[in-house]
């Protein structure tokens, strides 16, 4: 199992899966960039307007997010993903700007712990 990240505006490089709930600006809907749309999986809007405006508590987000991911229709996407990613690559693809501090990290912590 290989997983990797990379921004949705880059090519991909390996079997995709667009992960934010909100669609990216510029993109057209029949990109070929964006692979599918796994948007259950991204945090809820009510997580993600409070992590925009707590940028500095990215800690207490991830752990929010943690147990967002453990029920559904989180828990179900994410089964989706470990499905993917046990049967090849997969290249997770976000548009925020700053992956590292962004919901990515523990959707790939998530599928490596599995």
């Known amino acids: 199992m290989s997983v990797t990240v990379a921004r949705v505006y880059d090519p991909p490089t390996a079997d995709r899966v667009f992960v934010d709930r909100l669609w990216p600006r510029g993109i057209r809907k029949d990109d070929p960039r964006i692979g599918r749309w796994c948007k259950d999986v991204a945090p809820s809007n009510e997580l993600r307007s409070w992590y925009h405006a707590n940028r500095d508590q990215y800690e207490v987000f991830a752990a ?38 962004s919901h990515v990290p523990v959707i790939v912590a998530a599928l490596r712990s599995s």
Not at 70 to 79: H, I, M, V, Y
Not at 82 to 92: F, H, K, T
């Open 64 to 101: 929010r997010y943690r147990e967002e991911l453990a029920g559904d229709p989180s828990a179900s996407a994410l089964g989706e993903l470990r499905e993917l990613a046990s049967a090849g690559d997969v290249e997770i693809a976000t548009a925020a700007k700053d992956v590292e501090h």
